[in-house]
């Protein structure tokens, strides 16, 4: 019994491992573990926009993520795991959710190069097996956890270079033991470096470069004995850069440029021999160069540049022999250049400038490879006659690319030999004495884009040969003795964008090749000899930013259109026999020559003979005489015509105001159609009443402005409702009646917020009438220009209205209409606030959209105008109102004018906020009324913005929907939506 109480115990307990291994079986085959990928993978594609459909393959009814189909993920084969997710470049945007976190084996996470935003969960970093993070080149922000990386026993790379993260570095970033690889480049961390991260052992390169961080450099970094790269450049570190380094003897690559650090270079580098890259640019290091800089054989890149080191070069320099680049610019060194540096037979890049040295060029310079030599702003001499450089010139020196030796005390003459410099692209000899004629040599010099000869005593001819440099982008012989023409061969370096030739003697007319130089933006010819007429055809030159003739004896009319329609009058003085609008002197009218009839003359055959039935009347008549007794006819005929129209439009007038009173007729406001005479008034919604505001139109007291199409006036309805009526003042030029009411239906029909709505419009033959919502805020020049006391507008007040002007021009061009006239005049402000543009499309009521009539009308607009109005040949596009946009954007950020006229000068907008930005003072141009309370990071990218849409090439501008999207990105606003999985 016992034995088969066993048997039965041993059969029940097989039967039941096997019901086990069934259910086992069972659940494996459903387990949602196995789909946690597929589910997390989604969840991630859920939050994100894909545009370029990359993520197409990603099938939420897929078992696996694996199999090879899913772009961008790879697996591990055995256990069929998602270990990598690489979407570098997809152009994915929106958020980064909650998905990722679902994969539990992953390894790698890139997700680089996108435009995602946002912040970061901390949960990502807490996937137990991840190894690298690459979420660099998107537009995340906000602060990174302290405890982002508190599980990070797995993390080998984490870089979050290019982004918008700040706060501090985390804390917990110490903690990763195995981290090798850490780049927070480029973002707006600050406050001080966590200490531990200056104890990892394993890291191999750290990169904290353009963020925000302050305090030293913190001790023991002799720990990190396997760094290889270190770059802290563009911070705000201070205090010595401490000993240790030394000790890290693996070091290639150094970078503490642009800080605060003081000190001397610290004595323990000269144990780095495999360094080769140190540059400690930009910080108010002192001292001399230590000799045993030497000992760094390794190095190819030396940059000590703007810091205070003085004394002499150290003769150690020779012992560089793999030395590329040496930049020792903008200290206070003394001496001369080594003889031991000819043994730096690698050095491509010589920059000493902005020091106090002083003796000749020494000879190695032209016996080496150099492809960059600059001594400029020091105290070198000798004469250049006798150069080391010419004796190599004749043989050619093929390497030689940059030569500046201005700002020296070189003399002497510049000789032909200069032809043997084959490959140079950039020559400055200025400020220095050289004399002598400037050499047809130079005309050799067919890769050379930037020749400066100006401030020598340089006399003689502009060579004929100047035409051979056909690379030349910037000529400059200004502040010399140069004698006779400008030669006309000029027009062959047709990439030329500036020529300065002032303050010499040079003579003759200017040639009307320089008007076939389509790329010059700068030309400056002042304090000449200069005489003749000014070439007509200077006016098509498309780029011209500034052209100064002044002081010389030109005469004539201005060229008229493009540029001297807005030339500055300073750019014109001096030349008492020139006429126009810019020197405020009208041109003498010219007038035909008279032809005398001869009483004297018996000869009926010839042509100035009398008919002989006038008999002895002897009569002297010119065709100036004839043309007066015509022209008394023809006002005396004029004036008799006018003072009738005069009758008859005042009763017509009269006629038609009263009309607006009861008078009606369209399919919008279901009112009878008056005739011709009484006039037609058509409201697009509602009934029209007008009984208490007809007088308003011949009210003086109600005008509200006046502008290039007509005047504004402000009258009230009998429903006490208030409206803006235009009365046009175009009526030469509007179109039929049948072309003016469809052109203006197109126009009632375009609605949005930041529009102002057209509600109606009048129309007889001698009257046009617009009629408009009335908007109560007053227009946004009022606004910058004319408020008083701390009434003035907020930046967010700004950022809005730039932001609504935007939308609304946008939603014009997606209707085919070009605003045509944008300036702040035409942007209204509402009781809430909210910008309204108005006087849109108005152009369209004439016959042809033509240039020159537009051009005419909208003169008041100086400054918004894009250039493309000043060439007939060019067609007008949208692209003409991002350009007044962008006028616009930076007259509402720095709250001027897009011209100011100063007592000496006139300053254009675009180009004093372009020439700020360009010096790194782009912050002094914001409204001073808003220093202080405005956000850098908003109003500078939206100051850079106008300029895009400024570009003179209309093709460079953005299209109104982009700039929409640019600025609703420069806000950023908080997205405030829970995470799917949250």
């Not at 531990?196 to 450099?217: C, F, K, M, T, V």
């Not at 140190?278 to 390794?298: H, I, Y």
């Not at 002197?585 to 009398?610: A, E, F, H």
């Amino acid at each position: 019994m016992r034995a088969l109480s066993n048997m039965r115990a041993l059969l029940l307990l097989l039967l039941l491992l096997c019901l086990f291994s069934l259910l086992l079986v069972s659940v494996t085959a459903v387990n949602p573990s196995l789909n946690d990928d597929v589910l997390g993978l989604i969840v991630f594609k859920a939050d994100v926009q894909d545009p370029k459909g990359k993520l197409a393959s990603w099938n939420e009814d897929d078992e696996s993520a694996c199999g090879g189909r899913w772009v961008g993920v790879k697996c591990n084969p055995r256990s069929n795991r998602v270990v990598e997710v690489n979407l570098d470049g997809f152009s994915l945007s929106g958020r980064i959710g909650r998905g990722l976190q679902m994969l539990q084996f992953l390894r790698k996470l890139s997700l680089a190069n996108n435009n995602l935003t946002g912040g970061i969960s901390p949960n990502i970093a807490r996937i137990n097996n991840l190894r690298v993070i690459d979420l660099s080149d998107n537009n995340l922000s906000g602060e990174v956890p302290d405890d982002f990386f508190r599980q990070c026993g797995s993390l080998r790379t984490v870089s979050l270079a290019r982004n918008k993260f700040s706060g501090n570095v985390p804390s917990s970033l110490g903690s990763c033991s195995a981290i090798a690889s850490i780049d927070l480049s480029f973002n707006q961390f600050s406050g001080s470096v966590p200490p531990g991260i200056w104890a990892l052992s394993g890291l191999r390169s750290l990169d904290l470069s353009d963020n925000l961080l302050e305090g030293e450099i913190s001790k023991g970094v002799e720990a990190m004995k396997n760094l290889r790269s270190i770059n802290l450049a563009r911070n705000r570190f201070s205090g010595e850069i401490p000993d240790g380094y030394g000790s890290c003897l693996l070091l290639r690559s150094i970078d503490f440029s642009e800080n605060s650090l003081s000190g001397s270079i610290p004595g323990d580098l000269k144990e780095l021999t495999l360094c080769n890259y140190l540059s400690l640019r930009g910080n108010a290091f002192s001292g001399d160069v230590p000799e045993w800089v030497g000992e760094m054989k390794g190095l190819e890149i030396l940059d000590l540049s703007n810091n205070r080191f003085s004394g002499h070069v150290p003769d150690s320099i020779g012992n560089l022999q793999s030395l590329k680049t040496l930049n020792f610019s903008a200290n206070d060194f003394t001496g001369n250049l080594p003889e031991s540096m000819v043994y730096c037979t690698s050095l491509l890049a010589l920059d000493v400038s902005r020091n106090s040295m002083s003796g000749g060029l020494p000879s190695w310079i032209f016996k080496s490879d150099l492809e960059k030599v600059l001594v400029s702003e020091n105290r070198l001499s000798g004469s250049l006659e006798k150069s080391p450089l010419y004796p190599l010139a004749e043989v050619a020196v093929q390497s030689l690319q940059v030569l500046d030796l201005s700002d020296n005390a070189f003399y002497g003459e510049i000789t032909s030999a200069i032809a043997g410099l084959t490959s140079l692209q950039f020559l400055n000899l200025s400020k220095n004495s050289l004399r002598g004629p400037v050499p047809a040599a130079i005309g050799e010099l067919k890769s050379c884009s930037s020749l400066d000869l100006s401030h020598n005593s340089l006399n003689g001819c502009i060579p004929w040969e100047i035409g051979g440099a056909l690379s030349l982008k910037k000529f400059r012989l200004d502040n010399n003795y140069l004698i006779g023409k400008i030669p006309s061969s000029i027009e062959n370096c047709s990439s030329l964008t500036t020529l300065i030739l002032s303050q010499n003697r040079l003579s003759g007319s200017i040639p009307a090749a320089v008007a076939k130089l389509t790329n010059l933006q700068t030309v400056d010819l002042s304090f000449n000899n200069l005489s003749g007429n000014l070439p007509k055809q200077l006016a098509n030159l498309p780029n011209l930013l500034l052209f100064n003739l002044s002081h010389n004896n030109l005469q004539g009319e201005l060229p008229a259109g493009g540029f001297f329609n807005t030339i500055s009058p300073s750019s014109v003085s001096g030349n008492p026999s020139l006429c126009g609008s810019a020197v405020n002197k009208s041109c003498p009218t010219v007038l035909p020559k008279p032809i005398v009839l001869n009483p004297n003359t018996t000869d009926s055959g010839r042509p100035d003979s009398l008919p002989p039935n006038l008999g002895h009347k002897r009569i002297i008549l010119s065709i100036s005489a004839l043309i007066a007794i015509g022209a008394a006819a023809v006002i005396v005929i004029g004036v008799i015509g006018i003072t009738v129209l005069n009758l008859r439009v005042r009763s017509s007038t009269a006629r038609s105001a009263a009309a607006l009173a009861f008078s009606a007729g369209d399919e919008f406001s279901h009112s009878p159609t008056t005739d011709a005479n009484s006039g037609k008034l058509v409201m697009f919604s509602g009934e029209p009443d007008f009984s208490s505001g007809a007088h308003a139109l011949l009210n003086k007291d109600c005008e509200l402005g006046r502008g290039g199409f007509g005047a504004v006036y402000q009258t009230v309805l009998g429903d006490g409702r208030s409206v803006a009526i235009k009365k046009l003042t175009v009526s030469s030029l509007v179109k039929s009646q049948e072309d003016f009411e469809r052109e203006v239906k197109k126009l009632g029909k375009v609605r949005h917020q930041n529009l102002v709505e057209l509600e109606g419009y009048y129309w007889t033959t001698s009257l046009q009438l617009l009629i408009y919502e009335y908007v109560s805020g007053g227009s946004l020049y009022k606004h910058l220009h004319e408020g008083s006391g701390g009434n003035f507008l907020s930046w967010n007040e700004r950022f809005n209205v730039i932001l609504g002007t935007a939308k609304a021009l946008a939603h014009l061009h997606h209707s085919n209409i070009i605003h045509y006239n944008i300036k702040s005049t035409n942007v209204l402000i509402d009781s809430y606030g909210e910008p309204k543009v108005g006087d849109f499309g108005l152009a369209r009521l004439l016959p042809m959209l033509d240039s020159y009539i537009l051009s005419s009308k909208i003169q008041s607009a100086l400054g918004y105008m894009a250039p493309e109005f000043a060439c007939k040949t060019v067609k007008i596009t949208e692209k003409c109102d991002v350009y007044g946009f962008g006028v616009l954007v930076l007259e509402i950020v720095t709250g001027k004018r897009p011209v100011e006229y100063m007592e000496d000068d006139v300053v254009v907008l675009c180009d004093m906020v372009r020439g700020a930005l360009e010096e790194g003072r782009v912050e002094e141009c914001i409204d001073e009324r808003l220093q202080g309370k405005f956000p850098a990071e908003e109003a500078i990218p939206v100051m850079k913005l106008g300029l895009i849409c400024t570009s003179h090439v209309p093709s460079n501008r953005p299209d109104m929907g982009e700039v929409v999207n640019i600025l609703e990105l420069i806000r950023c606003p908080s997205e405030g939506q829970e995470e799917l999985l949250g």
